[in-house]
């Protein structure tokens, strides 16, 4: 055993000596060139046999081992501070996990607490899940609530208590509704007219019948309506005018800020209260299914929140090919109280109902997309119409069918002519080669419907091609680089004018120069 034992001594003393040695070898080798004295020896001895030129490479030597040992200690030095200012951060950031885990449990706790109060709350005050917050409280000679027998009892019953109260007054108000004769006798001329006299004379709303036109030929394209411009030209208030003139008033959903999703449109159930917050806009849809009648919903300042988030999914809908493919989902199950018109607690989005938004583009509001735009049609109004004698003028009953056969009926009389869509494959050609950017089939198709309406409605084809070309196609140049696109402008505008002619597309024109002037 002895023996064993001085030869593990022998062992490991060759692997922690060696170690040693590494240690020792490094003090030795820093005391070595911190070693002043030694430096002073050196230059001493060998003094006497320098001459007057060396001396100055003896100092220069000098001056590098200086430089030498000044840098090694500033890395040292630096070094430290480093794994000082590390290691400070690192207890910092455990002293802040410690601290935030402590905050998420005060916060359980406190949400906990909160939950019992309210839940106390409620239970003094006589109402649980299911009955109406609404209804009125006895309370007795102490101040405490005075529960009755039945009350104790009630609960929610899917099989006769409805979620939906709104939606199922409709449905009772409907059984006695005598359908409105509507005038369908009009041509778009005349509707464009009338109500341009009926906004002026009943409402001292002036707007020049261009914008009239534009915005009732965009019905015939678009289910989304943008009006866009200066605040004070009355964008808010064309669509309202339109719903007088109609004698269907227009729903106005005025946007806040904290819209993030569909439950601002529609409502959403409540499963505390087991009852679905209607919304009046939800209302009006749900109305719209029953009365063959042209319904406005206004989304005023539709961009002080992002449309994307609170519209997306009626975008994605309201692009489906068949209408019998507009379907929402309110809620996931099936009561038979629920409403007549929901079918497996899905809603049929009624197709006689147009989304007309109105935006500012100011600090207050967030930019619209271009999938926004490319899925509606951009009406700019940026100046006030003049005021105009107009005879007085009452308004009409639209139903929405006619007037959809009206926009049929245009659409096979108008048609964009061959020579027209030839053009315009061409300049997607040019747009592609210069600009490198195309527009897709979706434009090429709202241009074949909203034309011929727009003509229809005493507007020229060439009109209708160069405002939708503006607005739709050229206004996508504003995301481009525009001092990259500056010296191809010109040649476009020139470009236009070969394949158009050199009096038309006054618009496109207009609007590019104003690009180039914005570079």
């Given at each position: ?26 003090f ?31 100092i ?42 402590k ?17 106390m709350?409620?239970s ?67 509707i ?80 505390f ?56 989902d ?7 109280t ?7 607690g ?17 600090d207050s509001?967030?930019?619209v ?8 049609m ?28 009206l926009?049929?009926?245009a ?18 050609d ?20 909203f034309?011929?309406?727009y ?12 405002y939708?070309i ?6 996508k140049f ?11 402008i ?6 236009l ?20 002037k914005?570079?």
């Amino acid at each position: 055993m002895d023996l064993y034992v001085k030869f593990l001594f022998d062992f490991m003393s060759q692997f922690f000596g060696g170690l040693a040695q590494i240690f020792i070898g490094i003090f030795n080798g820093i005391k070595q060139m911190l070693n002043i004295g030694e430096y002073y020896d050196i230059v001493h001895r060998y003094s006497d046999d320098i001459n007057g030129g060396e001396w100055i490479l003896v100092i220069i030597a000098i001056v590098l081992v200086t430089i030498l040992l000044g840098s090694i200690i500033l890395l040292f030095v630096l070094f430290f501070k480093k794994y000082i200012r590390i290691r400070k951060s690192l207890v910092e950031q455990e002293s802040l996990l410690d601290e935030l885990g402590k905050l998420n449990n005060d916060v359980f706790k406190l949400t906990s607490e909160k939950e019992k109060l309210f839940a106390m709350k409620v239970s003094q005050l006589g109402l649980r899940p299911g009955e109406d917050p609404n209804e009125k409280v006895e309370f007795d000679d102490k101040g405490n609530p005075i529960i009755k027998d039945d009350d104790k009892k009630k609960d929610v019953n899917p099989s006769t208590d409805s979620r939906f109260y709104k939606l199922i007054q409709i449905d009772k108000e409907m059984e006695t509704y005598v359908p409105i004769v509507t005038n369908n006798d009009l041509t778009l001329i005349e509707i464009c007219e009338r109500f341009r006299n009926f906004a002026a004379s009943n409402l001292k709303l002036f707007y020049k019948i261009d914008i009239i036109r534009l915005f009732l030929a965009s019905f015939a394209s678009n289910r989304l309506i943008i009006l866009q411009g200066i605040s004070g030209t009355g964008k808010t208030s064309l669509p309202y005018a339109w719903g007088k003139f109609i004698k269907n008033d227009a729903i106005i959903a005025s946007v806040q800020p904290s819209w993030r999703d569909r439950t601002e449109l529609f409502g959403f159930f409540n499963e505390f209260t087991k009852k679905f917050n209607e919304t009046e806009v939800l209302k009006k849809m749900y109305e719209a299914t029953y009365i063959d009648q042209v319904y406005i919903t206004i989304l005023d300042e539709m961009n002080i929140a992002r449309v994307e988030y609170y519209f997306a999914e009626m975008l994605s809908i309201l692009e489906m090919p068949s209408r019998s493919e507009w379907i929402i989902d309110l809620v996931p199950s099936v009561w038979p109280t629920d409403p007549k018109r929901l079918v497996d607690g899905k809603l049929t989005l009624p197709e006689n109902m147009w989304y007309i938004g109105t935006i500012n583009n100011d600090d207050s509001t967030f930019m619209v997309t271009d999938k926004v735009y490319d899925r509606a049609m951009p009406i700019d109004i940026n100046d006030k119409g003049q005021k105009f004698d107009a005879p007085y003028t009452e308004g009409i009953k639209l139903s929405s069918k006619y007037l959809e056969s009206l926009f049929a009926e245009a659409y096979t009389k108008y048609h964009v002519s061959e020579e027209n869509m030839l053009s315009l494959t061409k300049m997607d050609d040019y747009v592609i080669e210069h600009f490198r950017m195309a527009f897709g089939n979706r434009i090429v198709k709202q241009l074949r419907e909203f034309v011929p309406a727009y003509m229809a409605c005493g507007g020229t084809e060439m009109e209708g091609i160069d405002y939708l070309i503006a607005h739709k196609i050229l206004r996508k140049f504003e995301q481009l680089n525009l001092s990259f696109i500056r010296d191809e402008i010109d040649g476009f505008i020139t470009f236009l004018s070969k394949i158009y002619g050199k009096d038309n597309m006054n618009e496109c024109k207009t609007y590019l120069l104003r690009l180039k002037k914005m570079m």
